[in-house]
T-cell receptor, first 113, second 113 residues
Framework: SAVISQKPSRDICQRGTSLTIQCQVDSQVTMMFWYRQQPGQSLTLIATANQGSEATYESGFVIDKFPISRPNLTFSTLTVSNMSPEDSSIYLC??????????FGPGTRLTVL | GQQLNQSPQSMFIQEGEDVSMNCTSSSIFNTWLWYKQDPGEGPVLLIALYKAGELTSNGRLTAQFGITRKDSFLNISASIPSDVGIYFCAGRMNNNAGNMLTFGGGTRLMVKP
């Protein structure tokens, strides 16, 4: 299995500011992902974080709004840029392991005022 | 894009009752995963399925990978109050076009003591 931690666990931010969320996995993993989850909803994939190259974004998500870094096989960051209240959500880091299973971090609960 | 239909959307049952939920897809998957999410937490992996027809148990939970590879079910026997939460199915195609998980809409389980 993989243990995934995220920082911060929650934050309240002002409109127009940016927040960077950190994700740390306790072992090297093949793939890392970032998801968004609105209250009461299912999970929506934002992007796949690629090690050493640009992230692969899903339809509706762009790099300028959600820049992602993945400097090594155990760490990634997601930045939510120029935030608006519509960005209020839970952001989840996830990792696909060599045992063909996918694990999730505890999430970052973001509120934008 | 592909979709997973998860049903029921919610269930309100008496403690001790058995629970069954399922997911169906218009596409074939090579992996099915079942998760449980508690409020304020990230999804926790319950069961992973890798072969058509596979039946796997984890305590009181049993899940099966459908023969057609387009469906899966999760059963919970003798429910207890701590089973309360949202259960998600997720499928993965494992090919160049689809290494990402597709999630069902979730089943919200409520257990009456």
């Amino acid at each position: 299995s993989a243990v995934i931690s995220q920082k911060p666990s929650r934050d309240i931010c002002q409109r127009g500011t940016s927040l960077t969320i950190q994700c740390q996995v306790d072992s090297q993993v093949t793939m890392m992902f970032w998801y968004r989850q609105q209250p009461g909803q299912s999970l929506t994939l934002i992007a796949t974080a690629n090690q050493g190259s640009e992230a692969t974004y899903e339809s509706g998500f762009v790099i300028d709004k959600f820049p992602i870094s993945r400097p090594n096989l155990t760490f990634s960051t997601l930045t939510v840029s120029n935030m608006s209240p519509e960005d209020s959500s839970i952001y989840l880091c996830s990792a696909w392991t060599s045992t063909d299973t996918q694990y999730f971090g505890p999430g970052t609960r973001l509120t934008v005022l | 894009g592909q979709q997973l239909n998860q049903s029921p959307q919610s269930m309100f049952i008496q403690e001790g009752e058995d629970v069954s939920m399922n997911c169906t897809s218009s596409s074939i998957f090579n992996t099915w995963l079942w998760y449980k999410q508690d409020p304020g937490e990230g999804p926790v992996l319950l069961i992973a399925l890798y072969k058509a027809g596979e039946l796997t148990s984890n305590g009181r939970l049993t899940a099966q990978f459908g023969i057609t590879r387009k469906d899966s079910f999760l059963n919970i026997s003798a429910s207890i109050p701590s089973d309360v939460g949202i259960y998600f199915c997720a499928g993965r195609m494992n090919n160049n076009a689809g290494n990402m998980l597709t999630f069902g809409g979730g089943t919200r389980l409520m257990v009456k003591p």
